[in-house]
């Protein structure tokens, strides 16, 4: 039996007949699909569709644009002191993606470009952009990282040393700060006086606090010769959660470091400097 021959007008035709997934019939690619400019001919990226990701609500694109706080955003929006593409809105909850127009008192607002920076905290240093006190503040360390207004996400207590993320992204501090992500977080911990087994067990089986009942999910002895160095992971975020756990059974953390957070480690970060994360560790937290 004779092959079926198909000649490139039967291939065009079937391509025709194709359907997105929107329904819309597909278009044969033609030569006049593509744009090159005037010089050299190069190929022009066509330009990015609005997706969901990039619509957001107005409050929130007048904080990223460094203007004031969400609540403070909802006042101006109330009082109707803002407009988009040119028409004052008033209503909460009003969403706008990348081609709106926002103004304000007829100047155009901008949203900042998300900053994502990695400092390793040195001792002595308390988690806050601003102290009442005048004590030394994270702020201090990375005040030059970038021109955005960037704020740490979770917190490390005064004289806890090591990882401490920040940025300006609100989604996805919220996403890695919320337990239900169960985001990894791994300290080591130097006691005042050797961990006895029997503890060990009881911390990776769970303690009740004052608070309620906590479990590491990882717990071990860094060094068979060292037992009072322990390893831990936990996913909670409750304040000075490790200190507290080992308290409850009579140990004082004398130094604690957090070495991981959510995959990122203090490879080449000095105490007391930050890095900026590249796309891929930005993309890889995206998807946790």
Known sequence: MAKQQFSKQDYNKDRNKEKSFDGEKKKPFQKSDRKFSDKGKKFEKPQLKETRNDIIRLNKFIADSGVCSRREADTLIESGAISVNGKVVTELGTKVGLYDKVSMGGQSLNREKLQYVLLNKPKGFITTMKDPQERKTVDMLIKNACKERIVPV?????????????????????????????????????????????????????????????????IAYLNPDQKNVIGIEIHSGKNRIIRRIFAHLGYEVVKLDRTMFAGLTKKDIPRGKYRHLNDKEINFLRML
């Open 154 to 218: 979770g917190r490390l207590d005064r004289n806890t040393t090591g990882l401490l993320l920040f940025t300006n992204d609100g989604q996805l501090a919220k996403k890695l700060t919320h337990p239900s992500h169960r985001i990894r977080k791994i300290y080591q911990a130097e006691l005042d006086k050797p961990l006895s087994k029997n503890d060990l067990i009881a911390i990776s089986e769970g303690v009740t606090l004052e608070d309620g009942f906590i479990v590491a999910d990882k």
